[in-house]
């Protein structure tokens, strides 16, 4: 039982923040509505994939080495911020390309799979959430199967969450509503990028606390 309860409080944690649309989202979504299903699955599995390392590394101690190295945890904040605003003006001033609906459009422009990992991988709300909520969830008496099962949780709530986001946002009906305004997409999904990503550089100061 108290297994059950120790996923239970994590999770009743974990899951709002995973639906809470954030840079993960966005990936998705322009990935989805940019370049078609492929492409958004892709990037579902990217963001999925980077969720469960950073649920792998929390587990086996990343808060308390971010705790006692506070450099380190300012230079992973910059150094993802800074990614994510130079991502956001990429995409800002990118030019227009034809929506794939199926197949076809997963290998233009990048992969999107490294895209939707590297955008996990660089954000820093991930780290925080997994260092302070999975870690401190964590003893030396915690079996492995247990965190076994939170990291496979992370991965499989991620997947399922996102795909349905990504299978929704490039269905037809979606797509041919906003046919006509791909090009605006692209450059929504960039200011929210450079947006988020200045908002983690401006908070880079502060201390992670365990």
Known sequence: MGSLLILASVFAIFIPALV???????????????????AGLL?????????GFYATLSLLG???????????AWTIRVLGGCYLAWLGF??????????EISG???????NPFVFGFLVTL???????LFASVFATAVTE???LWLMASMIALVFASALIWYASVSLFMSSRPVISRFQNAR??????AGVCFIGIGGKILADARNPVTP
């Open 62 to 72: 990343l808060s308390a080495v971010l705790v006692e190295y506070q450099w380190l």
């Open 43 to 51: 990037t579902t599995l990217g963001v999925s994939t980077g969720l």
């Open 20 to 38: 809470l649309p954030g840079p993960d989202f966005i990936a998705v979504v322009r990935s989805s509505m940019t370049k078609g299903t492929s």
């Open 141 to 143: 008496a915690t079996p």
């Open 90 to 99: 990429k995409l800002l001033f990118s030019k227009p390309q034809r929506i």
């Open 104 to 110: 076809g459009g997963a290998g233009r422009r990048g």
């Open 122 to 128: 660089t954000n820093p709300k991930a780290i925080v």
């Open 183 to 188: 090009h605006w997409i692209e450059r929504m």
